[in-house]
Structure formats: C-alpha cells, structure tokens
C-alpha cells in the first residue's frame, strides 16, 4: 500500500509540474496572462530608452507587457490627480475649459467631433461587412474563405507591435512609410547611432530603412518562430490587439504607384516591370538599355497606358502575383477574415492619425510624422486616363472595384464615361 501510495503521490506532482510549465510557455508567448486584472502600470517611451542599455529584440513578445493592457499615461500625471482636492480639480477644468473657448473648441464640441468621428468609423467597418457578405453584390477571390485559409505567404503586410497590443496592415502608397516609422518607434527595434539608444521620434527614422522586411514582426514570421502554435497565436492576436490599416482612392493610388515606381529611374522596378512593358506593349524589338538612368537618358520608359495594359494582361499574374503597389487593399490585409477596429483614409490622414494614436492610448508616447506627403490628386484621374480607352477603363474597374466599394470610394463616373 505504500508503494502504490507514493506512486500517486509522484503522478500528482508530475501532473501539476506538467501544468505549469505549459501555463508558463503560453504566458510567455502571449497566449493569456496570469494577471488579466493587474492595473497596468507602465513608464514613458522616453524613460524606458533612458534606462535601457541593451539592443532591443527585433521580435518582442507578448511577456514585455501585462496581457489586457496598454501604456497609460505618465506616473507622474496620476499621481498629481490623487494629490489634488477636490476645488483644485474643478479650478484646473475651469482652467482647461476656458483655454478650449479660447481655441474655439469647447469640451462640447470635441464630444460631438468624437461622436461624429466614432459614427463615422462604424459606418466604414459596416460598408465591409455588407461587401464580404455578399450584398453589394460583388464577386471576388477569398471572398468567403476563413482566416485560417490564407496561406502564410499572404500575411507579410500584418505588422505585430506585442508591447503595445497593435496589429497594423500596411498598404504600399497609403502613409505606409510613416506609418511603419511610427510602429519602429513603438517597438522600440531600431537604434539610432547618433545617440545609441531606440529612436523616439518617428521623424527621425530614416524612411528607407523601415522597409527592411527584418525590422518587422509580421504574421508570415510565425510559422518560423512558433511552428504549430503560429495560427493558434494569431487568431488570440487578432481577437485582443487592436487592429488598423489605412485606404486610399484605388484609382489615385495607381497613378501615385505609377509616378512613384516609372515616372523617375528605378533601377529595381525598370528591370522587373519597365523592361518587360516596354517589350510586350511598346513595340520594342531590339534590346533596351542596362539601366534605368540610360534609358531615361535616351526617352525610353514605360507609358502609363503600358502600365495600365500590363496590370490587365491575364498573363501578368500567371508569371508573378502583382506587386504590392498595386495589388489590392482586399488581397494585402484580408479585410474579409479580419475584423479591423480602425479604417483609416489617406485623405483624412491627419484627423485619422489623431483618432487612431488616441484609441491605441500612445498619443502621449509618439506623433504621428507631419511631413509632406505624396500629393497625387482624385482630381487628376480624368486627365490620366484621357488616353487609356474605354474598354480598359472598365476593366481595371472590375479588376478593383472590391477595393471600391469596400472602403467607399464613388465609382469615377469621369473616368469610365467618355
């Protein structure tokens, strides 16, 4: 009886040793947490650089940060409400809502800018529902698949920022560029060489580098760090980060991809896509120039009628997907299988900016770049396409049209009517 007895005894520890090494593991790769009600208390970018002395991991975890959480606001600020009375509280609102008059903006009118603005965000996650559920009517690839059908190699535009509990799907000529500067900063996976240590601001970020596909953590990384669990970890990703992407006219962001990518030399794009244009659809038999600049040089590039009949050509997908600068928005971030919390528009970009850092709570740890951006114009489209023809108007409607209706744009009557 006392053998058996101290065998039981063994298989039970063995038991709750087993369990907490399995709670253990998930905790670290942020599957749950332990403490989901821990109040979270965290210290600004600025102070966490100041004390960090060592290289930051390009791939952080979900253990840097207390699961059900987000960065709140300094210590300093909380503390200061709980030392104030009640009489210097009200005086300090008095205060604050006397220098909003003064802005011309009272309380008043910044709760109805964000009613307007909240109405306006669930009318766009609305307009996608009705688009992937079918009622609009609109027929396209991957349409009713489920996220676990979309093949890894299609989510290496999600970007994964664990210590803050952010998921942003980056879209080629949509503010991808600061967007990505602003996630470096959040992540805290670039060092600066001037000073050593994390760059805080995102202007300060060389805007070429944060396209190093290395710098980010992407879903399409997973399966290579996590193996079997990597769609196990996205789904618990995807249902308690919170998820963003930005839109823009598709039709602009064609003509800002083209002016961008064949309108200046390129020598990467020239030899990849120019060359084979300019081969297909502008009648050029003998051989092309080596290199960008000489062929710039010499009046040789691509038109934007080749361009445009080069994204048409059933043969252009059978050799390669599309490029990400022109591939859809619906075919990049999986608006179908992902349920974004924040549709964000280029042409609202500054308004959007604000909202989203403010629903992200990092609004105090980083601005969003107020640089120039691309300036292509909805305005431009009809004389762009003066010389494209009717048919291929049409077609490359069709071709985006998801892409359309799915994040509102109008349908350019100007262009597809002569």
């Not at 503390?79 to 003064?102: P, V, W, Y």
């Not at 249902?239 to 602009?252: A, E, G, I, M, S």
């Not at 305005?379 to 359309?404: G, N, V």
Request: with cysteine; charged share 25%; hydrophobic share 35%.
């Amino acid at each position: 009886m006392g053998i058996w007895r101290g065998l039981r005894v063994a298989f039970v520890l063995g038991s709750l040793f087993m369990i907490l090494l399995i709670i253990v593991y998930w905790d670290d790769v942020g599957g749950f947490n332990l403490y989901p009600l821990q109040d979270p208390k965290h210290e600004s970018l600025h102070s966490s650089f100041s004390h960090s002395t060592a290289r930051p991991s390009l791939f952080p975890t979900t253990s840097t940060v207390q699961a059900g959480s987000f960065i709140s606001n300094p210590p300093n600020a909380a503390l200061t409400t709980k030392l104030i009375s009640e009489k210097s509280r009200e005086t300090a609102e008095e205060l604050i809502d006397e220098k909003g008059e003064r802005n011309g903006k009272t309380r008043e009118d910044e709760e109805q800018t964000s009613s307007a603005d909240d109405r306006e965000q669930e009318a766009r996650k609305q307009r996608i529902m009705g688009v992937c559920s079918g009622q609009d009517g609109v027929e396209f690839p991957g349409r009713t698949r489920a996220f676990e059908q979309v093949p890894n190699r299609e989510l290496d535009h999600l970007i994964v920022d664990d210590k803050h509990r952010i998921i942003y799907c980056y879209v080629p000529k949509v503010a991808c560029t600061n967007w990505k500067r602003v996630m470096v900063v959040l992540s805290q996976s670039l060092i600066s060489p001037s000073s050593g240590k994390p760059y805080i601001d995102p202007e300060a970020v060389p805007p070429d580098l944060v396209h190093n596909s290395s710098l980010h953590l992407t879903f399409a990384k997973f399966w290579r760090n996590y193996g079997s669990l990597s769609r196990h970890l996205m789904a618990l990703k995807l249902q308690h980060y919170t998820k963003f992407l930005f839109v823009r006219d598709p039709f602009v962001r064609l003509i800002s991809a083209f002016r961008n990518k064949f309108g200046r030399p390129n020598e990467d794009f020239y030899k990849q896509f120019g060359s084979v244009m300019l081969h297909r659809y502008g009648n050029v038999s003998e051989s092309l120039p080596g290199t960008a600049a000489e062929a710039f040089a010499a009046g040789i590039k691509p038109t934007f009628q080749q361009f445009i009949t080069y994204l048409l050509d059933p043969e252009t997908e059978r050799e390669s997907v599309f490029n990400e600068h022109w591939r859809q928005v619906y075919r990049l971030c999986h608006p179908c299988q992902i349920k974004y919390d924040f549709i964000g528009r280029l042409e609202t970009l500054e308004t959007d900016a604000e909202q989203l850092l403010k629903l992200l709570r990092v609004e105090h740890l980083v601005r969003f770049p107020s640089g120039s951006r691309n300036r292509t114009a909805t305005s431009w489209e009809r004389d762009w396409f003066a010389q494209i023809p009717l048919t291929m108007r049409r077609e490359l409607y069709k071709l985006y049209e998801p892409d359309f209706k799915m994040f509102g744009y109008p349908k350019p009557d100007s262009v597809l009517h002569e």
